[in-house]
């Protein structure tokens, strides 16, 4: 940044008045009195807003809006992040740094190119060379040529001289060895699903472009409920708030556009059935999935976890993505994939983790790569048998990592699972609130919070409402290849005594997941609920429990069920 913009106030405001003066913004006037507005509050240092600030102070609109019913606001701030996109796409920024809104917020930011638009920027790993930023100059537009210097100067390289015949067939022959080498490499990899270093960066979670569906009479039905504008409003909502996805009427997302199709199909008795089918760029299908829905079912409910199934960390998407990874990640939404990729199949070394951190830590994905690195410390403690004490160096990490980024759902999540696990569970509940801000899209970490405070007797009132939640989750992830939320499924199961509802769900035993650590505890978990556990197994459910749940009343809980099986 040049001295001119040491102010950041300044350089918003300076920022702001460029981009209005724009001819793209000069055809948008509700965007563009958003942006003046939003420029406006980010100068003042105050962070975000609201729907209703921006609605009432902004766009002139009455004290009677009300979000939940209008979405005006919703849809001119997902124009407005498009053309801040498309104006950097066209125009160098100011002071090298650019505005930008991230996903699921009301707040104006200022940021590097790089971090802003990671989708315009030239991937790290294209090269090491210091670029223009580093050197101390203006940095030139993004731009997408290759090098030549020949074309430059319109002089031609000259010819190497050739060398004798003889020397030329051994070149020759040592070119034919090396490329027979590279194709037993290339088909190697192909065929054990691992991707070439050259694979595409992926700087930026893909867009996903949605379709619903409905067969005549059932639309007829649900249009008289008035579902279906609803039902098409949920799935771009849970799209958007994926973390490893972006809805194409919200954009924000990367270049790649991947096609979800929901279709609704009518059956007997007011029955339906819902198929879902996510597909790449290329048309490749991802995953497909036919679920039939009970007249007692809610339609809209189901089309929802049919939707988070997809997208979740831990679903079908996440895993595509990861198997898309060269060796080592090279951008902070790599890094985000890779990570969750550990995590969902059990692993508690995160050996991306510090590289990312150090990378990417001022990333729209830093709290997130701090906050994994506090729950990873907290559970090395909790397998030691160790408390977390309020004065601990973690609390005074996650206090830090909150007071930079209060709405990172993971940030929140693991703020809400100490709080619990010293038995504030009172405090704590604020900070789930916000761990959830994610919708459903993030079962796994729903679940985490939901069996810890399972030992909290203050929020005993809501165990109502988790057995709930709990149910449709075992339901919705019951054939998903996940140890992790294999392992929240099946102890929230056991805590709300939900057990015959995992014992039917035909749960099929999985084969390289099982001969994880945590694979082996989700076998013992199985033996439980089939009434054939072992003391053997118990001891290792007793050793694994304080690592995955922080609260010692919700582990004597599990623990007393266990032991009570054994005594028969």
Request: hydrophobic share 40%; aromatic share 6%; charged share 25%.
């Amino acid at each position: 940044m040049t001295s001119g913009a040491s102010d950041p106030a300044i350089a918003v405001q300076r920022e702001v008045s460029r981009v209005l003066e724009s001819e793209l913004l000069a055809r948008a006037p509700s965007q563009s009195r958003i942006l003046a507005f939003l420029g406006q509050v980010a100068s003042t240092g105050s962070g975000g807003t609201s729907q209703y600030a921006i609605a009432v102070d902004a766009l002139g609109k009455s004290h009677q809006f009300d979000e939940s019913t209008d979405s005006s606001v919703r849809v001119q701030i997902g124009r407005l992040r498009k053309s801040l996109l498309d104006y950097y796409r066209l125009h160098q920024p100011g002071d090298g740094q650019c505005l930008y809104i991230r996903s699921g917020e009301y707040r104006l930011r200022l940021g590097p190119l790089h971090i802003a638009y990671p989708e315009l920027a030239r991937p790290v790993a294209e090269s090491s060379a210091p670029t223009p930023e580093h050197a101390g100059v203006s940095a030139d537009p993004p731009v997408f040529l290759a090098d030549n210097s020949s074309a430059q100067t319109g002089t031609a390289a000259p010819a190497q001289q050739a060398g004798p015949p003889g020397r030329r067939r051994w070149i020759y022959a040592a070119l034919a060895v090396l490329v027979l080498a590279l194709g037993v490499i290339l088909v190697w990899q192909l065929r054990s699903g691992t991707a070439s270093p050259d694979a595409p960066v992926l700087l930026a979670p893909p867009v996903i472009q949605s379709e619903l569906r409905i067969v005549n009479n059932l639309r007829n039905r649900l249009d008289a409920e008035g579902l279906v504008d609803t039902i098409e409003g949920d799935i771009d909502m849970l799209l958007q708030k994926s973390m490893m996805s972006r809805s194409s009427v919200g954009e924000g997302g990367g270049k790649d556009r991947y096609r979800l199709l929901v279709s609704l199909t009518p059956g007997l008795d007011e029955s339906a059935s819902i198929f879902t089918s996510l597909r790449d760029g290329d048309g490749n299908l991802i995953a497909e999935n036919l679920r039939p829905v009970a007249p007692e079912e809610n339609l809209r409910a189901a089309v929802n976890d049919e939707v988070v199934g997809m997208v979740a960390p831990a679903g079908p998407l996440g895993v595509f993505l990861a198997e898309r990874l060269a060796s080592g990640p090279r951008s902070a939404f790599e890094c985000f994939v890779a990570i969750e990729n550990h995590r969902s199949e059990g692993k508690y070394v995160l050996p991306p983790l510090e590289r990312c951190e150090e990378r990417f830590g001022d990333s729209e994905y830093g709290a997130y790569f701090a906050a994994r690195g506090i729950a990873r410390s907290v559970q090395m403690l909790r397998a030691q048998g160790r408390e977390v004490e309020r004065d601990s160096r973690e609390w005074e990490r996650i206090s830090a990592v909150l007071a930079r980024e209060p709405e990172d759902p993971v940030a929140n999540a693991v703020a809400a699972k100490m709080l619990i696990g010293v038995g504030a569970c009172r405090e704590a509940e604020a900070f789930a609130t916000r761990g959830f801000s994610r919708g459903k899209t993030y079962p796994a970490l729903e679940l985490s919070v939901i069996v810890d405070a399972y030992g909290c007797e203050q929020a005993r009132d809501l165990r109502p409402f988790w057995d709930g939640r709990i149910e449709r989750l075992a339901r919705i992830n019951a054939d998903r290849r996940s140890p992790l939320l294999e392992a929240l499924v099946l102890l929230s199961a056991i805590l709300a005594d939900k057990e015959d509802l995992v014992r039917q769900s035909g749960r099929g035993q999985f084969s390289a997941e099982g001969f994880s650590e945590l694979g082996q505890f989700n076998r013992a978990l199985d033996s439980y609920i089939a009434g054939t556990l072992t003391e053997a197994q118990f001891n290792m459910i007793e050793a694994a429990l304080p690592r995955l749940i922080w609260n010692d009343e919700t582990v004597a809980a599990i623990e007393a069920k266990l032991e009570r099986q054994l005594a028969r």
